[in-house]
């Protein structure tokens, strides 16, 4: 396949790019127009009434997308690229190369029939992505990512007509094989959260006295069958067990089938500094990042990950907390892997970082009973509920034990460590995290004190890195004395006065 001309001045975007703009805006009053037409008939007159109306705004949004193909053009130059875009407002945009953080291919099944791809452009600033491209021909669109890649026009312009061209070296950094996916699937919580939002989208959908009658209907109908068959209460207690196992089963069937459609074919590779992610077994998604706009990495370790002796590395960018549209972001850098290889990864692509951690500071354990404190809201919930349900609700208080457990527990884990490169904070008890972040890409110190905190003579830092606006786990060193936390603020303080910020 010969390379395209990406440079021939302003370019318009795919032929069929209208109607790609069509699907992603029908898909938005889908529902509306659905209601319209099927629950909005009471007679013939308005039945007639609400197909001009479902016909008129389909009209509306066919020429919203024609007129988008029609006015929209842009322009790679050697150091940016130049967008213009609309009719009656006119609007034109120059985004440096240097500036975008991050390039996603996506593709879904419809592009890759036709052989284009969606191409979103995302930097730091700004609550939507610089430049969001429905479609361009899949070539345009990789040559497109590989001019963001290099900064600059490529060395063949300046080179001798009849000098070779050379791809750039790539080497794969991780790959994920199905028996991985799978376990990935296995440790994972996706099929529950498919199920609450279908159910969650059928109970608004339909009316509440029609869900809530259509639950009361069938449940006594099955109490009947059930009370028919005259079971003993052991008998009862092992439907009950095993209709929970068949549930739970499910739930993680669906989940290995979600990570397979959403994770088959994963490639981590890197060509010059700059990591893409590939992966997708329907929907394919392309994203790029260099390694400098990596701002902080995350690393976790569940019950089942421990079980299966595997963990998940993640990564923030500028622009994945602001920009993660469908999973579109660059930030699962390993989904599972062995712990080996994750810190072979993390020693890799940061070579001068000693990694893991030679040595941990602890935080005290005095105060570990904070963090079982949010669990004494079941105090009022059963002393109001202890007047309509009676005192068995009281047993709800034997949650208050094992917070206190998992609290000290908790705070045996916790601890950080602070370098000349980089600072690291670990905690969680039965789901583990390790979160890292480099000197030079810390942004702000914070020190905060609750009046908890005052009363206790502790203090919190918050270490706020780009991208990192809602983060969890946060960077943050909790429950620390107040002399160690106002030391340690003063040293980090003085060490990000000398050094240049780097993002």
């Known amino acids: 396949m010969s390379t395209p001309d990406i440079d021939a001045g302003e370019q318009r975007l795919h032929p069929l790019s209208w109607l790609f703009v069509l699907l992603q805006q029908a898909r938005q009053f889908f529902i509306p127009l659905v209601l319209l037409v099927f629950f909005g008939q009471r007679g013939d007159r308005e039945d007639g009434y609400a197909h001009l109306a479902s016909l008129a705004a389909l009209g509306v949004l066919v020429a919203i997308s024609v007129l988008q193909y ?70 345009r669109a990789l040559a497109l990512e590989q001019r963001v890649r290099h900064g600059t026009r490529a060395s063949v312009d300046t080179a001798a007509p009849d000098a070779p061209t050379r791809e750039p070296a790539s080497r794969t950094l991780l790959g994920l094989p199905i028996p991985e996916v799978i376990r990935l699937g296995l440790v994972s919580n996706r099929g529950m959260v498919v199920v609450a939002a279908a159910f969650g989208v059928l109970y608004q959908a339909f009316p509440e006295r029609s869900v809530t009658r259509f639950i009361a209907d069938n449940g006594e109908v099955a109490y009947r069958y059930v009370h028919q ?3 003993g209460m052991a008998a009862t207690a092992v439907a009950a067990v095993l209709l929970l196992v068949l549930l739970l089963l499910a739930m993680r069937a669906l989940s290995v089938v979600l990570a397979l459609v959403q994770y088959y074919g994963f490639r981590l590779s890197e060509t010059e500094r700059r990591l893409t992610v590939e992966r997708g077994l329907l929907t394919r998604i392309r994203t790029s990042t260099t390694r400098r706009r990596i701002q902080a990495w995350t690393l976790r370790e569940g019950f089942l990950h421990r079980c299966l002796h595997r963990r998940r590395l993640q990564v923030d960018t500028a622009a994945s907390q602001q920009h993660d549209d469908h999973g579109r972001a660059f930030r699962d850098v390993a989904p599972i892997a062995t712990p080996q290889a994750c810190d072979a990864l993390i020693a890799d692509l940061l070579p001068h970082v000693a990694w893991p951690p030679a040595q941990w500071t602890p935080v005290p354990r005095a105060n ?39 609290a000290y ?23 583990r995290w390790w979160r890292m972040a480099e000197l030079d890409k810390l942004q ?37 004395p ?6 340690l603020y003063a040293q980090l303080g003085a060490r990000l006065a000398r050094r240049r910020l780097r993002w």
């Open 70 to 139: 029609l006015t929209y053009r842009y322009r790679l130059g050697p150091d940016a690229i130049h967008i213009r875009s609309g009719l009656l407002e006119r609007s034109w945009r120059d985004i440096p190369y240097a500036r975008i953080h991050n390039v996603a291919l996506h593709q879904s099944v419809l592009h890759r029939l036709f052989g284009v791809a969606e191409v979103r452009l995302e930097s730091a600033g700004g609550a939507r992505p610089e430049a969001q491209m429905r479609v361009l021909r899949l070539d």
């Open 229 to 231: 068959l005259h079971p």
């Open 368 to 406: 570990g009973w904070r963090l079982a404190l949010p669990s004494l809201w079941l105090l009022p919930v059963a002393a109001m509920a202890s007047w309509h349900v009676g005192p068995w609700i009281w047993l709800l208080l034997a949650w208050w034990p094992w917070s206190l457990f998992a």
């Open 409 to 431: 527990r908790q705070v045996a884990r916790m601890g950080w460590s602070v370098d000349g490169e980089r600072v690291v904070v670990r905690g969680g008890w039965w789901d």
């Open 444 to 480: 702000s110190l914070q020190l905060s004190r609750s009046p908890l905190d005052r009363l206790c003579g502790t203090a919190s830092l918050w270490l706020d890195t780009a991208g990192a606006s809602g983060a969890v786990p946060p960077l943050r060193l909790r429950l620390l």
């Open 482 to 487: 107040l002399a160690q936390a106002e030391a």
